[in-house]
T-cell receptor
Framework: NAGVTQTPKFQVLKTGQSMTLQCAQD?????MYWYRQDPGMGLRLIYY???????DKGEVPNGYNVSRLNKREFSLRLESAAPSQTSVYFC???????????FGPGTRLLVL | AQSVTQPDIHITVSEGASLELRCNYS??????LFWYVQSPGQGLQLLLK??????LVQGIKGFEAEFKRSQSSFNLRKPSVHWSDAAEYFC???????????????FGQGTILTVHP
């Protein structure tokens, strides 16, 4: 049982480049989330999808877009990367929007 | 808005010693409370959670936490620390306002645990 998987594990971008972070879960969860983790700030929610077909903004959505491709997959896109988006990105999922969230291993992104 | 404070950024203990990691929250009602652990280069793993009922919660790896409403605290404890417990620990508060709102999870800043042999 893989749980939550994320690709890539590590990425280096130049300012202005775009990329998509992929996330998939095999737990048949309805809700999925994207967080960023920065030193000394814990995790902050970027976007979430309460159920298939819906997405909503979290605390820090600026500069990002998301797509809930199907029940399993939830992608995060950076259209024009900025150095301020250098961070570790975590995807999470939960059976419903009010239950425990389970996290993927993270994607480390460096924007030069 | 809810908030979570982990007062200790870094704690060092000797292997075999007891451990207590502090977590204080601010929220008007009874929140849902979580402790997660993150090993270097890894994702977050759930240690334990409190939704309701018994205020002393048992988790994995020998950890426990106690919800104290009067102190707005949810401290994590372990009676005897192992070298493999070295990691970063995050306390989180979940708020569910009902309706179509999502389960907003607010994290503390994290406490790094170092274990000396």
């Amino acid at each position: 049982n893989a749980g939550v998987t994320q690709t890539p594990k590590f990425q280096v971008l130049k300012t202005g480049q775009s990329m998509t972070l992929q996330c998939a879960q095999d737990m048949n969860h309805n809700s999925m989330y994207w967080y960023r983790q920065d030193p000394g700030m814990g995790l902050r929610l970027i976007y979430y999808s309460a159920s298939e077909g819906t997405t909503d903004k979290g605390e820090v959505p600026n500069g990002y877009n998301v797509s809930r491709l199907n029940k399993r997959e939830f992608s995060l896109r950076l259209e024009s990367a900025a150095p301020s988006q250098t961070s570790v990105y975590f995807c999470a999922s939960s059976r419903t929007r009010t239950e425990t969230q389970y996290f993927g291993p993270g994607t480390r992104l460096l924007v030069l | 808005a809810q908030s979570v404070t982990q007062p200790d950024i870094h704690i060092t203990v000797s292997e075999g010693a007891s451990l207590e990691l502090r977590c204080n929250y601010s929220y008007g009602a009874t929140p849902y409370l979580f402790w997660y652990v993150q090993s270097p280069g890894q994702g977050l793993q759930l240690l334990l959670k409190y939704f309701s009922g018994d205020t002393l919660v048992q988790g994995i790896k020998g950890f426990e936490a106690e919800f104290k409403r009067s102190q707005s605290s949810f401290n994590l404890r372990k009676p005897s620390v192992h070298w493999s417990d070295a990691a970063e620990y995050f306390c989180a508060v979940g708020v569910y306002a009902g309706g179509t709102s999502y389960g907003k999870l607010t994290f503390g800043q994290g406490t790094i645990l170092t274990v000396h042999p």
